[in-house]
């Protein structure tokens, strides 16, 4: 069984502080990886993606990759309010064409 | 523009209606999917569409009856469905090159209730 796992939260940071939502996968050999953003009632919404291991930097996010641990981590720097909504960590399994299998998602709150 | 749409963003049924949700995409994507994504927890794959047609049926109840009429358009057409098909019905499309590295963009969603 093919499986992607998010620690369900709830995440608890402070305005300003890093927040790091971390993602682990059961296929090693998977090749693409998604950080998706989903704020209460609406619909997912992509953060970064990221297929080679190591570091990946877009604005205040970092995504992290180690296929030989097989963990994918979203780090939010300077965390503000409007971070708070559930991040969904999604993987492509090898042979798996382009579906995405979901983790079931990390709560964060960010406190002002 | 990674703009997908959706209609209607809310619908009602009863359980002897027949309704259809829409999705449209205008960014040349030849990949198309529906999701169902019910309170707190990740969408789940209904159907994929590759080039207009169907690829994938993650094991569907024939009550849902997806239909790609064209590369921008996608339709569900819901019939005699259950109270536990309420959920948040989400379509979302990709380039359609395959390869495995392909984003896919999210419309915003239809909030089906089942009563």
């Known amino acids: 069984q093919k499986e992607v796992e998010q620690n369900s939260g709830p995440l608890s940071v402070p305005e300003g502080a890093i927040a790091s939502l971390n993602c682990t996968y059961s296929?090693?050999?998977?090749?693409?990886f998604f950080w998706y953003r989903q704020y209460s009632g609406k619909s997912p919404e992509l953060i970064m993606s990221?297929?080679?291991?190591g570091d990946k930097e877009d604005g205040r996010f970092t995504a992290q990759l180690n296929k030989a641990s097989q963990y994918v981590s979203l780090l939010i720097r300077d965390s503000q309010p409007s971070d708070s909504a559930t991040y969904l960590c999604?993987?492509?399994?090898?042979?798996?064409?382009?579906?995405?299998?979901f983790g079931g998602g990390t709560r964060l709150m960010v406190k002002p | 523009d990674t703009e997908v749409t959706q209609t209607p963003k809310h619908l009602v049924m009863g359980m002897t209606n027949k309704k259809s949700l829409k999705c449209e995409q205008h960014?040349?994507?030849?990949?198309m999917y529906w999701y169902k994504q019910k309170a707190k927890k990740p969408p789940e794959l209904m159907f994929v569409?590759?080039?207009?047609?169907?690829?994938i049926n993650e094991s569907v109840p024939s009550r849902f009856s997806p239909e790609c009429p064209n590369s921008s358009l996608l339709n569900l057409h819901l019939h005699a469905l259950q109270p536990e098909d309420s959920a948040l019905y989400l379509c979302?499309?990709?380039?359609?090159?395959?390869?495995?590295?392909?984003?896919?963009?999210f419309g915003p969603g239809t909030r089906l209730l089942v009563l």
């Open positions: 979302a499309s990709s380039q359609g090159r395959g390869g495995g590295m392909e984003t896919q963009y």
């Open positions: 296929d090693r050999g998977s090749q693409s």
């Open positions: 990221i297929y080679s291991n």
């Open positions: 999604a993987v492509v399994f090898n042979n798996a064409g382009n579906m995405l299998t």
């Open positions: 960014m040349g994507h030849r990949a």
């Open positions: 569409y590759s080039y207009e047609k169907l690829s």
